[in-house]
């Protein structure tokens, strides 16, 4: 987030100064990367945005030349609305993370549920600081997130990741996901509250890489309109069919298995009891191929 340029005079100009505002540019990006105080962090991202914006006009009117960064594409994508919401998301996600830590280490669950009424009153007061997706996901992760400082997704109840696997993730983690990894894809994949609020994910994909992402092969419709996750849900349905819904359906094929499979049942695809209709299995045949690969 910050910089490190240094400028080279074209024009009488007070380098001091601008190597001052720079300076701040440097300082305030650190903060805002590492603090968990509201007020710190807001202030810092008005400074920042602010000395940001004095150093792009300083290269745009040719008042300087910059070695390194260029400070005008800096400026113009840090005040695009998808980085802001970016960036006090992780704040919010950061604050979340240490209210939980601290919260783990009170006697009383008096005291935990103070610590976590805090969490939220407080960034209430920023409300006007912030988009409405920000103000989303707080409220969120207040309402729905484990409060505990480790996410362990083991000792949480079955039917409740069973139940959040069906909701669908907020509008603010969604589209921070869609926009890094999935800009292109001729359909969005389906992103679940229980991912949002019991994993990592986001972590997991800095670590493993586009194995982690859903291949844009799975977004594509076949000419009959099916996506490859349609056909193999017909046949998990007709062959396989258990209680409870893999996950797979969400992180390798996409979708929402409640959702489609009323599209199903609407296109014919499967009858009102659920069962695989003629239709269905004429499906499955034409594009067997998705469950050969799954296998």
């Known amino acids: 987030m910050g910089l490190l ?36 962090f807001f202030s810092r991202y008005d400074l920042y945005m602010e000395k940001l914006a004095i150093l792009a006009e300083a290269q745009a009117s040719h008042k300087v030349k910059v070695k390194g960064d260029n400070i005008i594409h800096k400026y113009e994508q840090m005040k695009a609305y998808e980085k802001r919401v970016e960036i006090i998301n992780s704040f919010i ?64 109840d079955a039917d409740k990741i069973d139940k959040m696997q069906r909701i669908e993730a907020s509008d603010a983690y969604k589209e921070r996901i869609y926009k890094k990894y999935y800009r292109h894809y001729p359909e969005k994949p389906f992103i679940s509250q229980d991912r949002e609020l019991n994993t990592d994910w986001l972590k997991q994909v800095d670590m493993f890489g586009e194995s982690t992402l859903i291949p844009k092969s799975m977004m594509t419709r076949f000419s009959d309109g099916l996506l490859p996750g349609h056909v193999y849900m017909l046949y998990w349905i007709d062959k396989i069919h258990r209680k409870r819904i893999p996950v797979y359906f969400e992180y390798e094929f996409g979708i929402d298995f409640k959702k489609e499979k009323l599209f199903l049942q609407e296109n ?13 299995h004429q499906a499955i045949s034409s594009h067997y191929d998705v469950i050969q690969n799954k296998k």
Request: charge should be negative; proline fraction near 4%; hydrophobic fraction near 30%.
């Open 268 to 280: 014919g695809y499967l009858d009102n009891d659920n069962h695989v209709t003629e239709k269905g």
């Open 93 to 156: 996600d950061r604050m979340w993370a240490d209210t939980c830590q601290k919260a783990d280490k009170l006697k009383t669950e008096k005291g935990k549920e103070n610590r976590f009424n805090k969490f939220v009153e407080t960034l209430s007061s920023y409300n006007e600081c912030m988009p409405d997706q920000c103000v989303e996901h707080y409220n969120n992760l207040f309402s729905n997130a484990p409060r505990t400082a480790e996410k362990n997704r083991n000792k949480i």
């Open 5 to 40: 340029n240094l400028f080279k005079r074209t024009k009488p100009i007070d380098l001091v100064a601008l190597q001052r505002d720079l300076d701040i540019v440097n300082d305030c990006a650190e903060l805002m990367e590492n603090t968990v105080n509201p007020e710190t």
